[in-house]
């Protein structure tokens, strides 16, 4: 997994690097190391004029298995703002992944019924092929 991160009215320092890719560790864990997957994350400064509330924002972006994840998160510093999209983002993605192997689950029990009715039906129908031939067999006698 790829970062691609742009920075708007704010100078992308090393340290702030370091810390968004320290921060989003466990979403390469959770999507995969080997995934090819390219974030788009945008740092932010929303206003110049304003000196206190949430002045920051911190957007991602990326696409993986099949379905777009997006995330935003805004604070009063950028540190802030970057923990608030982590755990939007970790959060989309936790839960798209359990409903995956919710569905999984769900279609194993589904295919597990269907052929229990049929070994039923199987052994339902075997009595009525037996008690069919000794009929016939007295059918036959008579």
């Known amino acids: 997994m790829n970062f691609n991160v742009k ?3 704010i100078d992308l320092t090393p340290e702030l690097s370091d810390y968004l890719d320290k921060r989003l560790a466990a979403l390469k864990k959770l999507i995969g190391e080997d995934a090819e997957v390219v974030a788009y994350v945008e740092l ?17 972006n990326f696409k993986a298995f099949g379905k777009s994840f997006f995330a935003k998160g805004e604070g ?12 939007e983002i970790l959060e989309e993605v ?12 769900r279609g194993g029990a589904k295919e597990k019924e269907i052929v229990r009715d049929v070994l039923v039906k199987e052994d339902e129908a075997a009595p009525k092929d037996w008690i069919e031939e000794e009929a016939e067999k007295e059918i036959g006698k008579i």
């Open 76 to 87: 009063d510093d950028i540190r802030s703002a970057i923990d608030v999209m982590r755990d």
């Open 44 to 60: 932010a400064k929303t206003t110049n004029h304003h000196k206190s509330g949430d002045l920051f924002q911190a957007e991602m």
């Open 94 to 105: 936790r839960s798209w992944k359990d409903k995956q192997e919710s569905l999984v689950k």
């Open 7 to 9: 920075a708007t009215q």
